[in-house]
């Protein structure tokens, strides 16, 4: 079945500083990848997407690209604020004429970011 | 445009009782799907409804159901609850879960306590 593995956090970081946060994937199809981000006691929201192999999704600083050579869609920011410290979920969709809703998320990275 | 809403937003039940959750999606959604997240198992899928039918089933108990009215509201009910099912639950909404309308809307969740 389909799987999503995404680094292990937490990861801390000082303000200004660059960020990134891997994300592999296993599917059969081409699946559309997505990252969403989750703020304490809230749901999530999401951040970006991409839905075809190359495609960069782009969001509020934050960016990724759909690798489909190395299955991977890996976040990243040039430079984070403190107002960035949330847990990042990666997440994958089944193929996107296949009908389903369905989303395999990754167990999450928690991101701190201090002043 | 209203998001997503779940109510209520937190809830404490005995073991052994059955409670019952709502999600009310963005204006125009038809699809509704349904996750429990857990610190040790993360995200997982649990439903999704689709013009008030079930399209597609996660890996839970008979113990977990759930409903879709005409609407697009929907409800998931949970009976015989046990600690284990203490968790965050999460509604979805989409447009029809087709092709790029995938794009799922998350609401804040509903804090379930199984005490």
């Known amino acids: 079945g389909n799987s999503v593995t995404q680094m292990e956090g937490p990861v801390t970081l000082s303000e200004e500083a660059f960020l990134t946060i891997n994300c592999t994937y296993t599917a059969t199809g081409y699946p559309s990848l997505f990252w969403y981000v989750q703020y304490p006691g809230e749901g999530l929201q999401l951040l970006l997407k991409?839905?075809?192999?190359?495609d960069k999704g782009s969001n509020k600083g934050f960016e990724a690209t759909y690798r489909k050579e190395t299955t991977s869609f890996h976040l990243e920011k040039g430079s984070v604020q403190v107002s960035d410290s949330a847990v990042y979920f990666c997440a994958l969709s089944e193929p996107w004429d296949s009908g389903y809703s369905t989303l395999t998320f990754g167990k999450g990275t928690m991101l701190l970011v201090s002043p | 445009k209203a998001g997503v809403t779940q109510t209520p937003r937190y809830l404490i039940k005995t073991r052994g009782q059955q409670v019952t959750l709502s999600c009310s999606p963005i204006?125009?959604?038809?699809?509704v799907s349904w996750y429990q997240q857990t610190p040790g198992q993360g995200l997982q899928f649990l439903f999704e409804y689709f013009s008030e039918t079930q399209r597609n089933k996660g890996n839970f108990p008979g113990r977990f159901s759930g409903r879709q009215f005409s609407n697009s509201r929907s409800e998931m009910n949970v009976s015989t609850l046990e600690l284990g099912d203490s968790a965050l639950y999460l509604c979805?909404?989409?447009?029809?879960?087709?092709?790029?309308?995938?794009?799922?809307?998350f609401g804040q969740g509903t804090r379930l306590t199984v005490v």
């Open positions: 979805a909404s989409s447009l029809d879960g087709r092709g790029k309308n995938t794009e799922a809307f």
């Open positions: 991409a839905t075809k192999a190359d």
């Open positions: 204006s125009g959604h038809r699809s």
